[in-house]
């Protein structure tokens, strides 16, 4: 699935002279059973499953550092993998604690909203 961004387009009332459009950041972030809805500071809204969230982590532990090797093997993660706690990482990112115990992975404001 790929939607094309137009980041041309603008949102905002006020006058930005800044040619670097701000990137969204979640608004709202809520965590029903197995899933993870963000509303985004664009407007746009996203849901995720938590498995889905789990399989798309890109930690270490679940990537190859060095060939960029997905490890997970889905077929070990459970089939609801919920998210325990949900942190904010600075500025860009979420850091996700899941109910398997997994809680190495930071997923990057770009990145889920890529997925
Ligand atoms: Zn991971």
Redesign the pocket.
């Known amino acids: 699935m790929s939607t094309v961004s137009r980041s041309t387009e603008k949102f905002g009332q006020k006058p930005n002279s800044n040619s670097r459009a701000m990137k969204p950041i979640p608004k709202e972030i809520k965590a029903t059973d197995g899933n993870i809805s963000i509303v985004w500071s664009d407007g746009q809204a996203s849901t995720y499953s938590g498995r889905q969230l789990r399989l798309a982590?890109?930690?270490a532990?679940?990537v190859d550092e060095w060939t960029h090797q997905v490890m997970i093997q889905p077929e070990r993660i459970p089939a609801v993998v919920k998210p325990e706690k949900i942190d904010v990482v600075g500025n860009y990112a979420l850091h996700f604690t899941w109910s398997d115990g997994?809680n190495?992975?930071i997923y990057s404001y770009d990145y889920l909203r890529s997925l």
Do not use: E, N, Q, S
């Open positions: 982590c890109r930690c532990a679940c997994h190495t992975g």
